[in-house]
């Protein structure tokens, strides 16, 4: 049995945060073709309101079940099983890759003392091990590709802040109706999976007029009827699981 998984004391794939630093990173390279094998072990994965959408195209779009529901995009059938990592650690040809995962090693977090964004970064990530790739400082200076994967790790957490206060207000609703999953597998076995909510679409029609504006405004109904889309995606994970034999 397996269960989706909320957010934790550290954030996902995390075992330290460092701050990124000149002082002590600038030895380090950032090299995006390790491939994903770091994420190999992740079930399920923190989406930001932005990328619902596209996620939904690929994975079920599930809410965490808890006091804070996030959204999250389911990638296997087992706990420490993503059936999207391949044996040579490349991500499935044509699946998305959520923005988490392209993300890491870098996150934004607060410095609680002065409430300040910082950007952070798992400083024994593969990404970081090798002497490949790009440098992260040129001249004691924040180098391009630093640079860029700042701008991203920015944008993402305002995307899964918003995607926070839509999983919250759709619980605070009532959409949210927590569920679970028995998957039988043909080649024998089975997967229960726990701990996860769905809308419930008979409940969109009882949403007054104003509130319904308010979130098609703010792009959550289209992100509700991506996630609705979504549970179809259920199969591709079956399909995924029986290529490895359930």
Known sequence: MSHVQAAAALPLLFRRIAAVTADKHSHLRLDRGVGHGFAAGVQSVPLGLTEIDAAA???????????????????????????????????????????????????FVEDAASRTQVICMEPDAPQLAGSSGAPLFEDGRPSAALAEATAFARALRESLIAAGSFARALDAAGLLEEEEATINFTTGGSARIRGFKIVKAERLGELDDATY?????????????????????WGRLIELAAQRGG
């Open 57 to 107: 195209q690929h994975f079920p779009v599930l809410f965490a079940a808890g006091p804070n529901p996030a959204a999250v995009a389911l990638l296997g059938l087992r706990e420490g099983q993503n059936l999207f990592v391949r044996a040579d650690g490349t991500w499935t040809r044509d699946a998305y890759v959520p923005a988490y995962l392209r993300a890491f090693p870098f996150i």
């Open 213 to 233: 504006l308010d979130w098609r405004r703010m792009g959550w109904i289209a992100a509700i009827y991506a996630h609705l889309y979504s549970i179809g995606r």
